[in-house]
């Protein structure tokens, strides 16, 4: 979290008058030109495709096929929304039907896009291997964002960067782009609410915040473009200032989650119907359908896992963004009373474990982590690990905390006897350590149920489904792809449906 003295401390800069203004990409000739594309599983065989223009289309339209000459099938649709201060446009479209586990071509329809490629998704009890990318405050490269070689704890040490510098986690995702399927990023995406880290931007808040969004999109668009990215908030999408109770001085679009709902909000999916034989599982399915309220909460169901995305800034007793919240940032809430906790349990009450075995909970603030009470979302725990502990979730996955962190399977702040061999409290990691303008936390104090903490580097996880009972994490060092910590977490995945 950032203080008013980060702003005091480029005034002299301000004084000598050494600013740039706010870093907007080109705009192109052909405003109809596809940019900050992203898709999304939005269904069962379905495939979201979003991107945005810096125009109004009267109609969105994809083609796609098997054969990347051959691009036979269309779809079209009539969204294309904005909001105040921002200068494009985000389109949608839902290509539905899809053969399972199959590669597709895509084009976007305009005079100035090219053909672009996806995996559609495996259908839920596919039990065949694969992997996922968990990747969390990510962050903008270049002149409003840094990556650097050295300690990037010492945030007060950070150089000036080369525009032209790599963002390590974006490169690597792209150099190893055939070895997972999705990406999951519960929170924290472009971090343009640190604008007035840059003092060239100390003038152009509004630009500069729209700026950002607008680099940091184009960034991530060769990865989210090609493999599904499901996106959840954290509080660095709530509004145009991380400095606390200054949601005053946002403008229209720039408080509330505006631009998050905006971008995602008609890509991620609701809740899938249940593939189990069991008509109480169907009951559930249909009742978590009806409370998702997606970007915010949402699942989804791929292969051998079941997803639950979930939202830790709004929408449960204290939540820390919520008007009166801790972090002052004064937003939703998104939904009626309890819903997202009924949707939680609706949600997971209807997992068949003998056709998904595998379920994974994505969310932003951590309830365990390194580094003393100040990094643990006391509120979250209160609200979300009885029900993850209840209905049996076998992995949670966090960021807000900027480092990796592994802990041993865990319910109540105590390790479960059973360790990794088939326990009954979830495995939690936190995968914040992607790279962003804030830099890395250091580990700080540890706990005793933690098992790994690395904060020398840009780092994210990667997790792979061996199989029905075997799951791998492994800890990614951005810039070299070396291996830091790997597990392997067993679970006998016996009971069809988990109460405990």
């Given at each position: 979290?950032?203080?008013?003295?980060?702003?005091?401390?480029?005034?002299?800069?301000?004084?000598?008058?050494?600013?740039?203004?706010?870093?907007?990409?080109?705009?192109?000739?052909?405003?109809?030109?596809?940019?900050?594309?992203?898709?999304?599983?939005?269904?069962?065989?379905?495939?979201?495709?979003?991107?945005?223009?810096?125009?109004?289309?009267?109609?969105?339209?994809?083609?796609?096929?098997?054969?990347?000459?051959?691009?036979?099938?269309?779809?079209?649709?009539?969204?294309?929304?904005?909001?105040?201060?921002?200068?494009?446009?985000?389109?949608?479209?839902?290509?539905?039907?899809?053969?399972?586990?199959?590669?597709?071509?895509?084009?976007?329809?305009?005079?100035?896009?090219?053909?672009?490629?996806?995996?559609?998704?495996?259908?839920?009890?596919?039990?065949?291997?694969?992997?996922?990318?968990?990747?969390?405050?990510?962050?903008?490269?270049?002149?409003?964002?840094?990556?650097?070689?050295?300690?990037?704890s010492k945030k007060s040490l950070i150089p000036t960067i080369d525009p032209s510098l790599n963002h390590t986690t974006i490169g690597r995702l792209a150099a190893t782009i055939d070895d997972y399927e999705l990406v999951i990023h519960p929170g924290d995406f472009g971090y343009a609410d640190n604008w007035f880290e840059k003092p060239k931007n100390l003038f152009d808040e509004v630009d500069a915040y729209e700026a950002i969004l607008e680099q940091f999109y184009d960034q991530l668009a060769p990865i989210a473009g090609r493999k599904p990215y499901m996106a959840s908030p954290g509080n660095h999408e709530a509004d145009c200032e991380e400095l606390d109770f200054t949601t005053a001085l946002c403008p229209t679009g720039q408080k509330n989650f505006t631009d998050f709902m905006n971008r995602f909000g008609q890509t991620m999916p609701?809740?899938?119907?249940?593939?189990?034989?069991?008509?109480?599982?169907?009951?559930?399915?249909?009742?978590?359908?009806?409370?998702?309220?997606?970007?915010?909460?949402?699942?989804?169901?791929?292969?051998?896992?079941?997803?639950?995305?979930?939202?830790?800034?709004?929408?449960?007793?204290?939540?820390?963004?919520?008007?009166?919240?801790?972090?002052?940032?004064?937003?939703?809430?998104?939904?009626?009373?309890?819903?997202?906790?009924?949707?939680?349990?609706?949600?997971?009450?209807?997992?068949?474990?003998?056709?998904?075995?595998?379920?994974?909970?994505?969310?932003?603030?951590?309830?365990?982590?390194?580094?003393?009470?100040?990094?643990?979302?006391?509120?979250?725990?209160?609200?979300?690990?009885?029900?993850?502990?209840?209905?049996?979730?076998?992995?949670?996955?966090?960021?807000?905390?900027?480092?990796?962190?592994?802990?041993?399977?865990?319910?109540?702040?105590?390790?479960?006897?059973?360790?990794?061999?088939?326990?009954?409290?979830?495995?939690?990691?936190?995968?914040?350590?992607?790279?962003?303008?804030?830099?890395?936390?250091?580990?700080?104090?540890?706990?005793?149920?933690?098992?790994?903490?690395?904060?020398?580097?840009?780092?994210?996880?990667?997790?792979?489904?061996?199989?029905?009972?075997?799951?791998?994490?492994?800890?990614?060092?951005?810039?070299?792809?070396?291996?830091?910590?790997?597990?392997?977490?067993?679970?006998?995945?016996?009971?069809?449906?988990?109460?405990?």
């Open positions: 979290m950032v203080t008013s003295v980060t702003l005091l401390k480029w005034l002299p800069v301000v004084a000598t008058g050494v600013m740039a203004g706010a870093s907007y990409p080109t705009i192109p000739t052909d405003l109809t030109t596809p940019v900050q594309q992203r898709i999304a599983i939005n269904g069962a065989n379905a495939i979201s495709v979003g991107w945005n223009t810096y125009e109004k289309l009267n109609q969105s339209c994809v083609q796609y096929g098997t054969s990347s000459d051959a691009l036979t099938e269309e779809v079209c649709s009539t969204t294309s929304a904005t909001y105040a201060t921002s200068r494009t446009y985000s389109n949608a479209v839902i290509l539905s039907s899809l053969t399972p586990a199959t590669t597709y071509y895509y084009k976007i329809v305009s005079t100035n896009s090219s053909v672009e490629q996806f995996f559609s998704p495996r259908t839920a009890g596919d039990k065949t291997s694969f992997t996922i990318s968990a990747v969390i405050d990510l962050g903008v490269y270049g002149v409003d964002g840094y990556t650097i070689e050295a300690d990037l609701t809740a899938f119907a249940s593939t189990s034989s069991n008509d109480t599982a169907k009951i559930n399915a249909n009742k978590a359908k009806q409370l998702a309220n997606p970007p915010f909460w949402y699942s989804f169901e791929y292969g051998m896992i079941h997803v639950v995305m979930f939202d830790t800034e709004t929408d449960f007793t204290n939540a820390p963004d919520s008007p009166g919240g801790s972090a002052g940032l004064n937003s939703g809430p998104f939904g009626a009373t309890n819903q997202q906790l009924e949707f939680l349990e609706a949600d997971l009450a209807s997992v068949d474990r003998t056709v998904t075995p595998w379920v994974i909970a994505g969310g932003h603030r951590p309830w365990y982590s390194t580094g003393g009470s100040g990094n643990q979302c006391s509120e979250c725990q209160t609200a979300f690990e009885p029900i993850l502990y209840k209905y049996g979730v076998d992995l949670g996955i966090f960021g807000h905390v900027h480092n990796s962190q592994r802990f041993m399977p865990t319910n109540n702040s105590i390790a479960d006897p059973n360790g990794m061999n088939d326990p009954l409290a979830p495995m939690y990691i936190v995968s914040g350590g992607t790279g962003n303008i804030e830099g890395l936390t250091s580990v700080g104090t540890n706990v005793s149920y933690n098992a790994f903490a690395y904060a020398d580097d840009f780092s994210y996880a990667t997790v792979t489904f061996l199989d029905s009972n075997n799951l791998q994490v492994d800890f990614i060092q951005s810039s070299t792809g070396t291996i830091l910590d790997t597990s392997v977490l067993y679970k006998s995945h016996t009971e069809q449906f988990v109460v405990q």
